[in-house]
């Protein structure tokens, strides 16, 4: 660990990030800071560079150049330690990404298991404890397939929990879902807020982002183009801004 | 001529078929464990490693049977290794299962959706608990229909090891034809055997990717 303070250091931070797909830049001198506790929503029309920024943060993008900090491990050097980071950051995606050959209560118990070495009876307890956590109790020997697709997604949140992250990362994990099942996942992950937990989110629901997020990321072209509360979702500052929110993505 | 197909006849070609069975058990382990090899290093992280096993299955792919077949049992006695039969035709047969193998099996592990290696990554496995718990299990899944049909053509391909002088299915029906003579009736028995042999699988296969079908939703979406 590189903390000194480790109360007052962010818990993610990035500096001046670059990232080119080919001739493509994706992020272009990206920088903001997580604090503990807090929910950022990043968002911005698709290809603003939303979802790199993010997948770089769990270094699945590795970045041509700045600095990224998640936990104290420095995730832009070549060497760090990517079972140790993962272990910190907990990462949720659009698709769910269950393991299908797997009940629900395996999928979840993996990972403590194989990972920390923790007891497969202390695993199955873990595995209850987070199902509880998502609504999710009576699942516990069912497969993925037999589940909808809201409850998935709220079971691979559980999955992530179990491994008890000190960031939860969320890829536009509503994305795929119809509003009812949305709202379920949404009210999981509101719950995840009220008790503390640090997340960053990519989310097309701005009515969400406005409700949860202590801190909006607007991204724009490669770059965090405006930066706020929540309330500068109802009055933005930027010409940008203030189009996309225009354009009917806010919904209440 | 030297009389009628008779009992000791029979016996001898059944004797045949059992080492048609057992060069085809000898292929499929041999061939199943380096193909597992293959399979594994054609998607190895190192290029290198990529890169030698692409050649050898290219190298393979490239080269009919017959002539690995001969090339191991006469060019290794001609550079002064005596190999038996046996040897030749199952180290042969081994090169040959493997590269077919590793290639089917490469495309299986493949056909895993990448989101399903990048949720194991961001859960802290490490790559071999990667493969051996979330990526394998739902390959060998994808890999069974497909590697039974296999078999099935391993099964065939024994029948060259007779060039070589191993006394397998095709070998005994040729020792038997010498002393009788009559082609037509003991390739019949020949053809039906191998039939009889290669039939079942054939079906097995085709039941395995129906019901593999059915259970198609149980592998995750791409």
Not at chain 1, 33 to 43: C, D, M, Q, S, T
Not at chain 1, 188 to 194: P, T
Not at chain 2, 20 to 37: N, Q, Y
């Amino acid at each position: 660990m590189q903390q000194n303070n480790p109360s007052s250091e962010p818990i993610v931070s990035l500096r001046d990030v670059q990232k080119s797909f080919g001739p493509l830049r994706v992020l272009d001198g990206v920088s903001f800071a997580v604090e503990r506790g807090e929910v950022l929503a990043l968002i911005g029309r698709s290809g603003s560079g939303k979802s790199t920024a993010l997948r770089c943060i769990d270094r699945f993008e590795k970045v041509d150049g700045g600095e990224i900090v998640v936990c104290g491990h420095r995730v832009d050097r070549p060497d760090v330690d990517l079972r140790a980071l993962r272990q910190d950051v907990g990462i949720v995606f659009q698709s769910y990404n269950l393991f299908p050959h797997l009940t629900i209560e395996q999928n979840i118990t993996l990972a403590p298991c194989a990972v920390k070495g923790i007891a497969a009876s202390q695993a199955r307890d873990l595995a209850r404890k987070v199902l509880a956590q998502v609504g999710l109790e009576e699942k516990l020997h069912a497969y993925p397939e037999q589940l909808s697709g809201g409850q998935q997604q709220r079971a691979a949140i559980a999955r992530s929990l179990a491994m008890q992250p000190k960031v939860m990362l969320f890829d536009e994990v509503t994305s795929a879902l119809d509003p009812e099942l949305t709202a379920e996942v949404l009210k999981v992950i509101e719950q995840l807020a009220a008790d503390g937990m640090t997340m960053v989110m990519v989310t097309h629901e701005m009515g969400f982002a406005k409700g949860i997020a202590d801190r909006i990321v607007f991204m724009h072209r490669g770059k965090v183009h405006e930066t706020g509360p929540a309330s500068i979702l109802t009055s933005p500052t930027t010409p940008e801004l203030t189009q996309f929110v225009g354009t009917g993505n806010l919904k209440s | 001529m030297g009389g009628h197909l008779n009992i000791n006849h029979l016996m001898f070609l059944g004797q045949g078929a059992l080492w048609t069975i057992g060069l085809s058990v000898i292929a499929l382990i041999g061939g199943g464990i380096v193909g597992f090899v293959i399979a594994l290093a054609r998607i190895s992280p190192l290029k290198s490693v990529r890169i030698a096993s692409a050649v050898y299955v290219q190298l393979i792919q490239g080269t009919p049977l017959l002539v690995i077949l001969f090339l191991g049992y006469f060019g290794l006695a001609a550079i002064g290794l005596k190999v038996s039969p046996l040897a030749a035709a199952g180290a042969s047969l081994t090169l040959y299962v493997a590269a077919y193998l590793g290639e089917i099996w490469r495309g299986c592990i493949q056909s895993v959706p990448k989101p399903q290696w990048e949720a194991a990554e961001g859960l802290a496995l490490s790559r071999t608990q990667r493969m051996m718990k979330v990526i394998l299990p739902q390959a060998i899944r994808i890999a069974t229909p497909p590697t039974v049909g296999f078999v099935v053509q391993i099964i065939k391909n024994t029948s060259l090891a007779s060039v070589v002088g191993f006394v397998e299915l095709m070998r005994s029906g040729q020792i038997v034809n010498n002393s009788l003579f009559e082609p037509f009736a003991i390739y019949a028995i020949i053809a039906v055997t191998y039939f009889a042999m290669c039939y079942p699988l054939s079906l097995f296969s085709q039941r395995l990717e129906r019901w593999m079908g059915r259970g198609r939703s149980n592998l995750a979406p791409a």
